[in-house]
């Protein structure tokens, strides 16, 4: 079940300044920017068994740079396997080296987009929205070659910049709690 909230603060400013509402996103938009991600990380992953390490590369930094708030400062982004003391990666070189490996500052990065994924699927448990800017937590679920499919919790923040391009400001990943 999908839930969408909108606090009444922004209710209210949107009443009281129409043009405020044509920035606000909307749950399509956030669905679609999901889908892109997935997308854009199965593509990677294609790009890099067909093309190389170097094609991928390319295509990661041009996915980080539309789908990301890099060039707006500072993103939350704590990727599912990075360990201390580079688990957040706040600068887009060391999203960069998550998605894709390969770089010497980031030794333990072997490139997550690069696992043979041919599937992903976003499973959103709550949409809160806010103007322009909105929340999401669900799972996702990653798919290989082989069939094995991988679930991740995660929490997304969404934020509309100055051109109206929905950007990701948080980005929280974390493999499944399992029970003993």
């Known amino acids: 079940m999908k839930i969408r909230y909108i606090t009444t603060a922004a209710a209210l400013l949107i009443a009281m300044n129409p043009a405020t509402a ?55 982004f704590k990727p599912t396997l990075t360990v201390n003391p580079q688990t957040f990666r706040t600068t887009r070189e060391g999203a960069l080296a998550y998605f894709v490996g390969g770089d010497p500052a980031y030794p333990n990065d072997t490139g997550f987009a690069l696992n043979d994924w041919t599937a992903c699927e976003d499973d959103n448990a709550a949409i809160f929205i806010s103007g322009n800017t909105a929340s999401t937590m669900g799972k996702v679920h990653f798919t290989d070659s082989k069939g094995n499919v991988t679930t991740v919790d995660k929490t997304w923040q969404f934020v509309k910049d100055d051109e109206g391009q929905l950007r990701i400001v948080v980005h929280h990943s974390s493999l499944e709690h399992t029970a003993d």
Not at 68 to 74: H, T
Request: hydrophobic letters at 45%; glycine letters at 6%; charged letters at 20%.
């Open 22 to 76: 044509d920035d606000s996103i909307t749950e399509a938009e956030i669905t679609t920017a999901q889908e892109g991600w997935c997308n854009a990380l199965v593509e990677i992953s294609a790009t890099n068994a067909k093309s190389g390490q170097a094609a991928a590369k390319a295509l990661a930094e041009s996915v980080i740079d539309s789908a990301y708030a890099y060039q707006m400062g500072p993103v939350l």
